[in-house]
């Protein structure tokens, strides 16, 4: 079970004590995070008129701004993902499609090896009783 955190940020120049179950270090980054909101939107002079409620409701609404755009990011990225994995899926498929008619294509080509010597070897013996013959035919003619 997850260890309970307790650490203290400071998020606008005010002290905040956080606590959850992520560590401390992801605290800060959250603190962080917020920091660079407040220091954005300070800098910009309709921000700076609006009241303080009004403030936090325009920092609201920024964040969660950016928490629908990270989701639908990472939406995208899974899709993504997905159509990745399909295209490894079908490409595996096709390799092993394509290694069977290689494996197939090797013993074709071992048969027909196998035929070329079977006839080389039949085209010599054949040759040779061809000169076998002709040479007792021409010592008959002598005789």
Request: glycine share 4%; no cysteine.
């Amino acid at each position: 079970m997850a260890v309970k955190t307790d650490t203290e940020v400071i998020i606008g120049g005010k002290v905040f004590t956080l606590s959850g179950y992520e560590s401390e270090e992801y605290l800060q980054r959250v603190a962080s995070y917020l920091n660079n909101k407040l220091a954005e939107y300070n800098r910009l002079e309709g921000f700076t008129r609006q009241p303080p409620a009004r403030q936090n409701i325009l920092m609201q609404l920024n964040i969660a701004d950016d928490y629908f755009k990270a989701r639908k990011q990472v939406a995208l990225q899974e899709e993504e993902l997905q159509t990745k994995e399909k295209e490894l899926y079908d490409l595996k498929h096709e390799l092993i499609a394509t290694q069977m008619k290689l494996e197939n294509a090797e013993k074709s080509l071992k048969s027909a090896q196998k035929e070329l010597n079977d006839s080389s070897r039949k085209i010599v013996r054949l040759e040779t009783e061809l000169a076998d013959r002709k040479e007792h035919g021409d010592r008959n003619k002598k005789e």
